[in-house]
């Protein structure tokens, strides 16, 4: 199957500092890819969308502000958690598709401190 | 807005047995449904993909079916064995571009 790479796969950081988290379709070209967050024994939750060349589609109760997303080509996404505080330490993945199914990256713990 | 349920939220077997899980949608009108496995701390590792037109898909020891009238599919296990301890989460898509709504996943533990 279709392979997503996402970097870094743990990451801590000081309050108030920003981290990018990026995403990768290596045997394939993803014109959307959506980034998801999980808090520990929750499920997935729908961060946003990526759109190749255009603005990313937050989901309500999102900060787009916080969480910027770029789509800079058709291969790469990247989200960068800013101004970070211990309340965003969470489990980040992205997923891309080739349809008819859904690929996702390795996931990035995120914590900070 | 599509909501999937997972039931049960936890279970624990024996090793050996076989065993049902559940997964419901409230939107029948879906493009796909997945089944993924988690392991603490980890990524997904997606088990099965079944396709709105199809009725089941098979994978070792693993059985996924879909009734897509009724909003259900079920995943079953035939002899679990420990290595099958994981979350199981169903999850499922309304159109070909569109998310995967997932589920909260049914917690698994298989004692030897």
């Known amino acids: 199957g279709a392979v997503v790479s996402q970097h870094p796969s743990w990451v801590i950081c000081k309050s108030g500092t920003s981290v990018k988290i990026e995403c990768r379709s290596l045997?394939?070209?993803?014109?959307?890819m959506f980034w998801y967050r999980q808090f520990p024994k929750q499920s997935l939750m729908l961060m946003a969308t990526?759109?190749?060349?255009?603005?990313?589609?937050?989901e309500q109760g999102v900060e787009k502000d916080k969480f910027l997303i770029n789509h800079a080509s058709l291969t790469l996404s990247t989200l960068t958690v800013t101004s970070a505080h211990p309340e965003d330490s969470s489990f980040y993945i992205c997923?891309?598709?080739?349809?008819?199914?859904?690929?996702f990256g390795q996931g990035t713990r995120l914590t900070v401190v | 807005k599509q909501e999937v349920t997972q039931i049960p939220a936890a279970l624990s077997v024996p090793e050996g047995e076989n065993l049902v899980l559940n997964c419901s949608f409230t939107?029948?009108?879906?493009?796909?449904l997945q089944w993924f496995r988690q392991d603490p701390g980890k990524g997904l590792t997606s088990l099965l993909l079944?396709?709105?037109?199809?009725r089941e898909q098979t994978s070792g020891r693993l059985n996924a079916s879909l009734d897509k009238s009724s909003g259900r599919s079920t995943l079953y296990i035939a002899a679990s064995q420990p290595g099958d301890s994981a979350t199981y989460l169903c999850?499922?898509?309304?159109?070909?571009?569109?998310?995967?709504?997932f589920g909260k996943g049914t917690r698994l533990s298989v004692i030897a």
């Open positions: 997923s891309a598709i080739q349809v008819p199914e859904a690929f």
């Open positions: 045997d394939f070209q993803a014109t959307t």
């Open positions: 990526s759109n190749e060349g255009s603005k990313a589609t937050y």
């Open positions: 939107d029948s009108a879906i493009y796909n």
């Open positions: 079944i396709q709105s037109s199809q």
């Open positions: 999850a499922v898509r309304n159109s070909g571009n569109t998310p995967l709504v």
